[in-house]
C-alpha cells in the first residue's frame, strides 16, 4: 500500500513538472559583444565583453494576470527608431508600451491596450512596439542586451499613472501583472 502511494506521488509530481515545462520558454540561443564599443561598461543596460546574453522568441503564457517585469521606455527618442506597430514617434506622456518578442507575437498586439497592475493601481496601455527579444549586442542596438522574454517597457506617462515615484523609476524595473483586453 506504502509503494502505491509512493507511485501515485511520484507520477503526480512527473505529471506537474511536465505541465510547467511545457508552459516554460528556454532560451533560443545566446549573443555576445560583437567589437567595437559604443556605451560604457558601466551602463547596466550595456552588453559586457565575455558574457553572453539570452535570446528569446517566446514568453511566458498570457494570463488574466501575468507576471512581468516593466521597465522605463523613451518613445520620444524613437524618431530615428520609429515604433514596429505605426512607424512614427510617440510622446512619454502617452500611456504606451512595447512587448518582449513573444507577447508582441508578430504584431498581432498591435495597437491594441492591455491592462498593467502595479503599485496598488491599473491602467491600460497601448502597444506600439516589440521590446526586442533576440537581438542586442552590437552596434544595429546600440550595445545593448536583448529584452528579456517577460518585460512591459513602459513609456514615463504609464509609470505615473501607476503611481511609482522617480526614486523607483530609478531603480529601472518595477514588478507588475498585465493582461490583453
Known sequence: MAQL????LL???????????????HPSGYLWRK?????????????QPEKKYPKYLCSPPVTNSTPATMTLAHFST????PTSCDSRSHSDSELIVALSTGWYNGGSRCLKSINIH???????AKVVDECDSMNGCDADHDYEKPC??????????????LG?????????????IWSDV
Open 11 to 25: 507520477l503526480a509530481s512527473l505529471s506537474i513538472a511536465s505541465s510547467s515545462f511545457t508552459k516554460s520558454c
Open 78 to 81: 524613437a524618431e530615428d527608431y
Open 35 to 47: 567589437a567595437g564599443g559604443g556605451c560604457l561598461a558601466s551602463d547596466p543596460d550595456c552588453c
Open 148 to 161: 528579456a522574454n517577460n518585460v512591459v517597457d513602459a513609456s514615463r506617462a504609464v509609470w505615473k499613472a
Open 5 to 8: 502511494a509512493l507511485l501515485l
Open 164 to 176: 511609482i515615484t522617480k526614486s523607483q523609476m530609478a531603480a529601472g524595473a518595477h514588478k507588475i
Open 118 to 124: 502595479g503599485n496598488g493601481r491599473s491602467v491600460l
